[in-house]
């Protein structure tokens, strides 16, 4: 059994390393799709509990995942119960290229060209990810890979 947690910055590449994990049996969560309440007019985070709950189920459900996201507050939910942590810290300008280079994303925008009207607000979301300090930040990032207890890596380049 092998639980994995993939977590770093916006387009570092947490959901092409979870495809990749996923064709060794692992079950993906993108926390993308459990994080955030869609049926708002503008979508806003769900409570925390709420996700959590969901975040339960799918653990409950699986023997073997990988988890990933930016969601350093959900991560530390199921960290204990992780046997990997995989910290993608690439540097900003990386994550701002993959951000360019990112195929459409069927599962978080209704057409290419949806995705593609967001990619000034997300690219300057990734440059601002060494000076926040919410959930999302390097910061608190870093403090979740270095409590994790279990197998630990920290990729900061593309591979």
Known sequence: MRKVIIFGN?????????????KEGLVHLD???IAW?????????????????????????HQSWVI???????LAL??????????MDLSVEQCIQNAMRRPWEPHKYASKQAQDENLAMLIQ????Y???S?????????VLYDNFKGTKTRIQVNS
């Open 10 to 22: 916006s387009s570092s590449g947490k959901s092409t390393l979870a495809k990749q994990l996923c």
């Open 125 to 128: 979301w990734i440059a601002q």
């Open 37 to 61: 309440d869609n049926t708002c007019p503008m979508p806003e985070r769900r409570a925390l509990a709420e996700s959590a709950v969901i975040l339960e189920q799918f653990t409950e459900s």
């Open 68 to 74: 990933e996201g930016c969601y350093a507050d959900l």
């Open 31 to 33: 926390l993308d799709t």
């Open 134 to 142: 919410d959930a999302f930040s390097y910061l608190s990032h870093k």
């Open 130 to 132: 060494p000076e926040r």
């Open 78 to 87: 199921v960290a204990e119960s992780a046997s990997d942590a995989i910290f």
